[in-house]
């Protein structure tokens, strides 16, 4: 032991921190070079304006969405306070307190689920590429998987999953409502208590996870928060083309 | 360090390590993940983005006027019921909780119809702007799921038989030309289902009922 403490005192200080920083060198370099491999760049010069243009779009639909839940917020306040029969107020105000909870424009909180999707750690543009990456089917299927499992309220990426929600692939990415999303997704659920039993207990669900993260080695990680928050919907509720039937129909809520 | 070539060395390495720490956090906080995709794919992501904005601009300003109503009602001591009862109507009718009527699509599949070909039918219906959804006369809410087997494809515990009917009430011309544009959504599954058929017919009114399901949640809590 004395022996090799004479000879690290000997090793000079300059000699240490150059073998330190290049340690540090090699480690990122290591994880420069993988942070490139899985993605293709391109090189048109078109591309640095499109790329502004999109962070803009983003940028202003935040701020749209702000403007929404804020305007909802005032009106609900506002007809709270509504003048009139006390009575007949109380009773459309309940009414619809109850609509837009049902319609998913009020957020919602309790136990639940996040599910985390991710590309391949080896994607590649190689042929077969496209099975590593997660598209918008996967996302669906989770999707899917935890309504059927029982959940009460579902967002990816907090976009709150409503009546009128697509899901789509646009070159790799997803848009979902009115939102640009790129991976890793995170599809929230809130629920019963059982969900994650529930969705274990899923034999399209086992098949999915054998399947694409088994097989194909999309990443896939559960947690099962105590408690979770999915956020109310913040976008259009315009409706231009339906209209109540001219004849009564039968409502199955009252 | 006493020579001067190895302050030289130290001071190579701390440059390259100076200039990877900075390329390595920018490719980190940058995780956009724009940067990665082609000029087509931005253009495509320009034009979707650009279209919902527009479309949350015409919500903004609807709400901006409902609220305007709605003040003015309680600063002239009017009851605002009317707006109440407009704004209940117009919900319950999105969310499907109660019926609606419109112009849309009435799309037929014949033939060996998946649980995937519907699923991708309504995504892309939604998707083309439908307000209102029903398939085999059962309303499509979010957990409206298609199941079964190809033949066997069943919603809501309802077997759907063949021929299956999706009516979409919408603007008929926008999704008509989202559905049927070359390389569109029957063109594909034409493609990769033989034997399947689907017909795409516009009409002017078409009847959409009210979901069976209790749309309210019953364990999670509202966060007001």
């Known amino acids: 032991m004395n022996g090799v403490g004479a000879r690290m005192r000997s090793i000079p200080t300059w000699e240490i921190t150059l073998f330190v920083a290049l340690v540090a060198l090699g480690f990122l370099i290591a994880a420069q070079v993988r942070s490139e491999m899985p993605r293709v760049q391109y090189t048109s010069q078109e591309r640095a304006p499109l790329i502004q243009t999109v962070t803009d779009l983003q940028a202003q639909q935040k701020a749209l969405k702000a403007q929404i839940l804020d305007l909802r917020s005032r009106i609900t306040k506002a007809e709270t306070g509504t003048q009139g029969s006390d009575a007949i107020a109380r009773q459309l105000n309940n009414a619809l307190f109850q609509a837009r909870l049902s319609a998913g424009l009020t957020a919602l909180q309790g136990s639940g689920l996040v599910v985390q999707l991710e590309d391949a750690l080896q994607v590649s543009q190689s042929a077969g590429g496209a099975d590593l990456l997660v598209t918008g089917r996967d996302v669906r299927t989770v999707v899917e998987e935890l309504w059927l499992a029982g959940a009460e309220a579902v967002a990816v990426n907090d976009e709150r999953v409503v009546s009128t929600t697509s899901i789509i692939d646009i070159g790799g990415s997803l848009l979902v409502n009115s939102a640009y999303l790129a991976p890793p997704y995170q599809v929230k659920a809130v629920g019963p208590a059982n969900l994650y039993a529930q969705l274990a207990a899923s034999a399209s669900w086992v098949d999915f996870v054998a399947s694409r993260a088994g097989k194909n080695g999309i990443r896939l990680a559960i947690a099962e928060p105590a408690d979770l928050v999915v956020p109310a919907y913040a976008g259009s509720v315009t409706i231009r083309y339906a209209q109540p039937p001219a004849s009564p129909a039968p409502s199955a809520n009252p | ?224």
């Open chain 2, 1 to 224: 360090m006493r020579s001067p070539r190895s302050q030289i060395a130290l001071a190579i390495v701390a440059l390259l390590l100076g200039f990877l720490v900075v390329t390595q956090v920018r490719s980190q906080a940058g995780g956009t993940g724009l940067e990665d995709r082609s000029a087509q794919d931005l253009t495509l992501l320009v034009a979707n983005v650009s279209t919902r904005n527009d479309q949350l601009r015409g919500e903004v300003a609807d709400l901006g006027r409902q609220l305007e109503s709605i003040v003015a009602a309680q600063a002239r001591g009017d009851t605002s019921a009317g707006q109440l009862r407009a704004d209940l109507v117009r919900i319950r009718i999105w969310s499907g909780v109660d019926a609606a009527e419109g112009q849309g699509l009435r799309v037929v599949l014949r033939g060996p119809a998946t649980a995937k070909v519907l699923a991708d039918l309504l995504n892309e219906l939604r998707n083309a702007g439908a307000e209102a959804i029903a398939v085999g006369g059962v309303r499509v809410v979010p957990a409206t799921i298609a199941g079964g087997a190809p033949g066997a494809v069943s919603v809501e515990d309802t077997l759907l038989e063949d021929p299956l009917e999706v009516v979409a009430i919408g603007n008929a011309a926008t999704m008509t030309g989202t559905l049927t544009r070359a390389g569109g959504l029957v063109a594909q599954e034409l493609a990769t289902n033989p034997g399947l058929g689907i017909e795409v017919t516009p009409a002017d009114r078409l009847l959409v009922p009210a979901t069976a399901r209790d749309l309210a949640p019953r364990v999670a809590k509202p966060r007001l």
